[in-house]
C-alpha cells in the first residue's frame, strides 16, 4: 500500500471514529435529558388496581408531577411508598439508577405482593385542621374556621365520581372497608386520602391521615384508555 492510501485510509478511520463517538454522545445526552424531565417534571403512572374506578380504570395510565406537592381539595395524588423490602447497599445503588433511567416505572424495592411496598394514587379530601365523618361512604368535612359540614363534593375543587356499595341489612359491618365513621379534627400536616372506590380499597380510613412528605407528585391528566382519557387538575 502506497503512502497516499495509507494516510487516506487513517483519515477514513479517524473520521468513522469521530462520527461514532458523536453519535453515541449525543445519544447519551439524550438519554440523561429524558430521564432528568420524566423524573423532575413528568413521568407516567400505571393504575394496576381498581381503587379509583371509574374516573381512572384499571391499567390506565395517568401523568404525574413531581413539581405539585401541596395538594388541593379533589387533588389525586402519588402517595411514596408506606415501606421498603429488606435490600442491601448494591441494591439500593442498583435501584436508584434503575429508578432514574426507567423514568420512575421500575422499583427494586417494591413488590406487588407485598403490601405498603408499592406506590397509590389517591384522592386527597381533607385537609389538616378539618373535621370529618363518614356516612354511607360519602365524607362530611367541616374546614378549619366554619361552622357547617358540607360534601367532599360541595367542598372539592373538581368534580369526581365514586363507586360505592350500600350494606344490605345484617351485613357484617367487618368485612371490607368502612362506609361510616365518627367526627374526628386533623392535626398539622395531616391529610386524609381515599380511594374512589369506597368499598373494597384501602386508604386513610386503615392507615390514618398522612403527611405531606408521603406525595410524590399530584396527577394531572388520564390518557388511557383514550375513553376515559380527562384532565385530573
Known amino acids: 500500500m502506497n503512502r497516499q492510501a495509507l494516510e487516506y485510509s487513517y483519515t477514513l478511520r479517524k473520521q468513522i471514529k469521530n462520527r461514532n463517538i458523536k453519535i453515541i454522545l449525543s445519544f447519551t445526552i439524550a438519554i440523561i435529558f429524558i430521564a432528568i424531565v ?3 417534571v413528568l413521568f407516567p403512572v400505571r393504575q394496576n388496581a ?3 374506578n371509574p374516573d381512572i380504570p384499571e391499567k390506565g395510565l395517568v401523568f404525574v408531577t413531581p413539581l405539585l406537592k401541596n395538594p388541593h381539595r379533589g387533588d389525586i395524588v402519588l402517595l411514596e411508598q408506606r415501606t421498603n423490602l429488606n435490600s442491601n447497599v448494591f441494591k439500593k445503588i442498583a435501584n436508584a ?3 432514574f433511567f426507567t423514568a420512575r ?3 427494586l424495592t417494591s413488590d406487588p405482593e407485598i403490601p ?7 384522592r386527597v379530601v381533607a385537609l389538616p385542621g378539618d373535621t370529618l365523618y363518614m356516612k354511607d361512604y360519602k365524607l362530611y368535612v367541616r374546614p378549619q374556621g366554619n361552622r357547617h359540614f358540607l360534601t367532599e363534593f360541595e ?3 373538581h368534580t369526581y365520581n365514586i363507586t360505592f356499595c350500600k350494606s344490605v341489612p345484617g351485613w ?3 368485612i371490607g372497608v368502612t362506609g361510616d365513621f365518627e367526627e374526628f379534627t386533623l392535626g398539622d400536616d395531616e391529610y386524609f386520602v ?10 386513610s380510613r386503615i392507615w390514618g391521615p398522612v403527611s405531606q412528605k408521603r406525595f410524590g407528585g399530584t396527577a394531572l391528566l388520564c390518557y388511557w384508555p383514550f375513553k376515559s382519557f380527562k384532565g385530573l387538575k
Open 38 to 40: 420524566t423524573n423532575i
Open 50 to 52: 381498581d381503587s379509583m
Open 97 to 99: 439508577f434503575v429508578y
Open 105 to 107: 416505572q421500575i422499583n
Open 116 to 122: 405498603g411496598t408499592n406506590k397509590q394514587l389517591r
Open 155 to 157: 367542598l372539592s375543587d
Open 172 to 174: 357484617d359491618e367487618s
Open 194 to 203: 381515599l380511594s374512589d372506590n369506597r368499598f373494597s380499597s384501602t386508604d
